[in-house]
């Protein structure tokens, strides 16, 4: 059963991945009819993913509006910003804002280090965490920033080599 899941799976994003290589393709004609289609394009990925509980993957995600659907073309509808803490993308369509953060390495929150180590304490098989003893440290932890000029670096890299 997990094998047969698995398989829907990728196919579904196999789907998925194609739509959306078609709605690019179309969405580079100036041909009204032709931009309807890659809405179309659009709107079917994002069923095939909530039909078959298959997320859109993260580099697909930031190429369509989330309010009108349309697909994103930096430069053409869309305005993509830079800023310290994310990425804005406006759909020059709708006007609608999308943010995305700059993707940033997560400190574990302090409360599932409690949680962690008060259950090692009791019973160590229960605990997924694998902390232990190092409370005291959570705080620290919790204090730990980010390479932010590093990743903007990264984004705008790709930006201008890919263009989103
Ligand atoms: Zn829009």
Redesign the pocket.
């Known amino acids: 059963m997990k094998r047969r899941r698995k398989r829907i799976e990728d196919i579904a994003l196999q789907r998925i991945e194609r739509l959306f290589e078609l709605a690019e393709v179309e969405a580079r004609k100036t041909d009204a009819k032709e931009r309807s289609r890659s809405d179309r394009y659009v709107q079917l990925a994002r069923e095939i993913g909530m039909r078959y509980r298959v997320r859109i993957p993260s580099h697909l995600k930031m190429r369509f ?6 697909f994103l073309i930096p430069g053409e509808n869309a305005r993509v910003r830079l800023r310290s803490d994310y990425i804005t993308t406006t ?1 020059l ?4 804002q999308m943010r995305r953060p700059y993707k940033a390495p997560r400190a574990p929150s302090p409360r599932k280090i409690q949680i962690a180590s008060t259950e090692s304490q009791t019973n160590p098989k229960l605990n997924p965490f694998r902390v232990c003893g190092d409370v005291g440290r959570a705080h620290e932890i919790s204090k730990f920033k980010p390479q932010r000029s590093f990743l903007k670096e990264f984004f705008l890299f790709r930006f201008w080599t890919l263009g989103f």
Do not use: F, H, W
């Not at 369509?93 to 609608?96: I, L």
């Open positions: 509006c989330n309010s009108c659907y349309a759909c369509r709708c006007g609608k």
